[in-house]
């Protein structure tokens, strides 16, 4: 099976070459659970039960959230779905190289992305919208995860505009776009470049080490491994 390029796996490319080898094909970096990582999860399993089932279906919301953000947020897409947009959580987006839909384990699937959420309109007079659930701060400045979700989305259901949005959910503030399909995919250039460039790192290779504001929290810090060190 060909390598499968993800939101994920594309953006620790673009920290750093060197441990995107190290991540994801030699596995030299393992998955480690953190404290940060086991709240993460507790938000995202209150956030989706509540959007599903209703704000007051939360029995126990995780402490630090902000809970009128919250409330506002859940409301808002309850709204959405009680005029008729479908919403799906945790939805798989996959296409292959030829931009179709696909499952998540076909042999020929190019990109694939879990969105948290995905709320899909009844007709395609309003944008198909993405949305992903945050702790923390920001620092995907150019908001690549979800500009990939949203080229995914775009491929799938044919929608000429997607919008997507980070919820940060502890600072109660948002992060939003607009991508418009129209006129093709220029708005995602920098996305297909990406992929380009990781295929042909992979098929030399070839994985430079590169210096970023992650550097201490890579696996790799400060050991033979890394090759900046």
């Known amino acids: ?22 991540q994801s094909l030699t596995k030299e970096i ?14 995202h399993n ?34 959405m779905v009680a005029l008729g947009c479908s919403l ?3 939805h798989e987006l996959v296409i292959n190289r030829q ?11 190019l990109l694939r992305a879990k969105a948290d959420a995905i709320i899909i309109p009844p007709t395609m007079d309003t944008p198909i919208s ?23 989305a775009h491929a799938i259901y044919k929608f000429p505009l997607v919008q ?6 502890d ?13 093709g995919i220029e708005p995602v250039r920098d996305i297909i470049e990406t992929m380009n460039e990781m295929g042909q790192a992979i098929n030399a290779n070839h994985f430079e080490p590169k210096e970023n504001r992650f550097c201490k929290w890579c696996g790799l810090y400060k050991t033979p491994g890394c090759g900046l060190s």
């Open 99 to 109: 931009f179709q839909s696909v499952d998540w384990w076909d042999e020929n699937a």
């Open 171 to 183: 600072s109660g503030e948002i992060s939003s776009g607009l991508i418009d399909f129209r006129n």
């Open 30 to 43: 393992k998955w480690k659970a953190t404290q940060q990582k086991s709240r993460g999860t507790l938000v």
């Open 46 to 79: 209150a956030m989706e039960k509540a959007m599903k089932d209703g704000f007051d279906a939360v029995r126990q919301w995780p402490d630090g959230v902000d809970m009128d953000f919250v409330r506002q947020r859940v409301d808002i897409v309850r709204q």
């Open 1 to 22: 099976m060909a390598f499968v390029f993800s939101p994920s796996n594309m953006s620790t490319y673009q920290q750093c070459p060197r441990k995107f080898e190290a």
């Open 130 to 152: 993405i949305l992903d659930i945050k702790t923390g701060k920001k620092w995907d400045e150019e908001d690549f995860q979800l500009r990939a979700e949203c080229l995914l």
């Open 164 to 169: 997507y949005a980070y919820w940060y959910v």
């Open 88 to 90: 799906h959580i945790e």
